[in-house]
């Protein structure tokens, strides 16, 4: 028996090293009109799996083995471009399990990895090949790879310029390549025969566009195969570039301060892309550390501390994209500083509110437009008054003006607590200085207003309806 298997290996060997030679042999046999060879011996290498073609997913695992028959014959797998591979490590490597068993490890896949690997018998295909010989000796499987959907490097807000044609960037990336289809605020977009629209292999091209083009645009990837099915989606805010324009087209050119005083001046203009602010004091820059700017996508408002008469005059902001400019003028003039409340009173409780008694003090030697226009309350409950170690800076306010009437409530309080409260007057040039700290509490409120019983109230309104 062992000797039988000796003589087949041999014989194998002789088989694969003089695969040519065989060849011609076979051919000068046939041509002398000689009796046919043996049958050639079935197929010495088997895949296992063994299916033809597989079908992976990017960044899965997969191994495959190439057997032979014969435990001793030396083996070798073939990449795609018809290289050895004889690495033992690394993403595709190989791996020698038993004598007779190559397996070929994908520790995760990749899309280069497509295409036609091959297990050969080792010395097999130097030279003149013979196919109907070789074909005993070669045993292949296409790797199909799948790549799930993504969108790649597509921008989630793009910003493209008004009356030209343009392209919502959309970059679909899947294998196999999935089809694309467009959403315009959660509308298809027809694209078939459309002069306004068409789809593109990496976006939707819009002709003319303009402000009525701003929106959202889904970019939508779908794909059917045979084996599965998926879709997945990217929605692109579209901003249409303009150049900048106001927010509110008056703003007040004069405002007024006191020197102790502090003053916020506005500017606040649209844009796309989002303007530069640049605030400007008579033509000059601003020096010094009695001014804060706050800055936000579409409004930059200065805050001046006025310690010296020097800082009034003329300021100037400076609103500026690549598409234009614009700029306003701000007088800063002196103005009068507000009297505190001439009276600061509870007037009533409520369990969450307190009403307040405030009252303006007349100025004298102001003129009418400078007199208290209103009253700003800061407070705070007894308990955040304590955590905050009795700074103010932490406290809530409410802003009361005369012209929307003379109630001064504050609502949205607890019921049965302590609240401290301070007061200051309110003209055109800030706020006066801070009346004294008074303690006030809301009322304890019914103690039958309990949401247990919420279902008895219901009761009780439905009895007097009827
Ligand atoms: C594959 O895995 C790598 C890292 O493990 C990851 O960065 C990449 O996004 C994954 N690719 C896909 C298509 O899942
Ligand atoms: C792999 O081989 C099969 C059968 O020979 C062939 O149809 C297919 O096109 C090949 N695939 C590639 C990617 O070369
Ligand atoms: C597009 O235009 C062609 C030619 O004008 C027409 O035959 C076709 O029906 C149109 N398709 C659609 C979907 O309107
Ligand atoms: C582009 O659209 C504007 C209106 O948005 C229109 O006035 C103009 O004629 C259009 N231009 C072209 C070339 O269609
Ligand atoms: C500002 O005024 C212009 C023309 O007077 C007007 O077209 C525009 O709509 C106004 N803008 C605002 C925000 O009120
Ligand atoms: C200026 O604005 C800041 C921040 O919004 C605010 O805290 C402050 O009270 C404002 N100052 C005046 C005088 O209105
Ligand atoms: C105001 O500023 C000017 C110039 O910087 C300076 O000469 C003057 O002393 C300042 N006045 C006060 C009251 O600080
Ligand atoms: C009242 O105003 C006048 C003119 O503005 C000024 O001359 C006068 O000193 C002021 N009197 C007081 C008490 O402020
Ligand atoms: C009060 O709080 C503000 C803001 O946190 C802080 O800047 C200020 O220094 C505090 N004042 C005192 C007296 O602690
Ligand atoms: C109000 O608060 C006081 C002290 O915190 C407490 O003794 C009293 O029971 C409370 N009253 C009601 C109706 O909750």
Known sequence: MDTLAALCSLLFLLLTQNAAILGQLDNSIRGSG????????????????????????????????????????????????????????????????????????FEHISLDDRGNWTCEVNGNGNGNRNVNVEREFLASFELLVNQKISFGKTEQVQSVREGRDAMVNCFV????????????????????????????????????????????????????????????????L????????????????????????AVNLSCDAMGEPPPSFTWLHNGKGIVGFNHRIFVADYGAT????????????DYKCKVANPLGMLERVIKLRPGPKPWGPS??????????????????????????????????????????????????????????????????????????????MRAASINLAGLSDWSGVKTFATAAGCSLWNPSLYPLYALI??????
Not at 39 to 49: D, E, Y
Not at 304 to 310: A, C, E, P, S, V
Not at 461 to 466: G, H, L, M, P, S
């Open 238 to 261: 579209l901003r249409i570039q303009h150049k900048p324009n106001w927010f509110f087209n008056e703003t007040l050119p004069v405002q007024y301060a006191y020197v102790g005083g």
């Open 302 to 313: 200065l805050q001046l501390q006025i310690r010296n008469t020097t800082q009034f005059g």
């Open 461 to 466: 309104v439905a009895f007097i309806r009827t």
């Open 173 to 236: 990336e899947g294998m196999p390549k999935p089809e694309v289809s467009w959403l315009y605020n959660g509308e298809y977009i027809n694209t078939v025969n459309s002069t306004k629209h068409n789809r593109l292999s990496n976006g939707l091209y819009i002709t003319n566009v303009s402000q009525a083009d701003a929106g959202e645009y889904t970019c939508r990837a779908m794909r059917i195969t045979p084996t599965f099915s998926d879709s997945d989606q990217i929605t692109i």
């Open 343 to 420: 009276s600061f009173q509870l007037k009533r409780s409520q369990p969450d509110a307190i009403e307040l008694d405030l009252k303006a003090p007349r100025m004298t030697n102001v003129t009418y437009e400078m007199q208290v226009y209103g009253y700003r309350v800061a407070f705070m409950s007894d308990k955040e008054f304590k955590f905050n170690a009795g700074n103010w800076s932490h406290a809530k306010y409410r802003d009361f003006s005369f012209h929307r009437g003379q109630h001064f409530i504050i609502p949205h309080l607890e019921a049965n607590t302590t609240y401290l």
């Open 34 to 105: 000689s009796p046919p060879p043996a049958k050639p011996p079935a197929p010495s290498l088997r895949l296992q799996p063994s299916t033809p073609s597989i079908t992976h997913f990017v960044n899965d695992s997969f191994i495959i083995f190439c057997q032979t028959v014969q435990k001793d014959i030396d083996t070798k797998w073939r990449d795609p471009r018809g290289q050895t591979r004889e690495n033992t490590k690394g993403r595709v490597h190989i791996e020698k399990k038993t004598m007779g068993l190559l397996a070929l490890v």
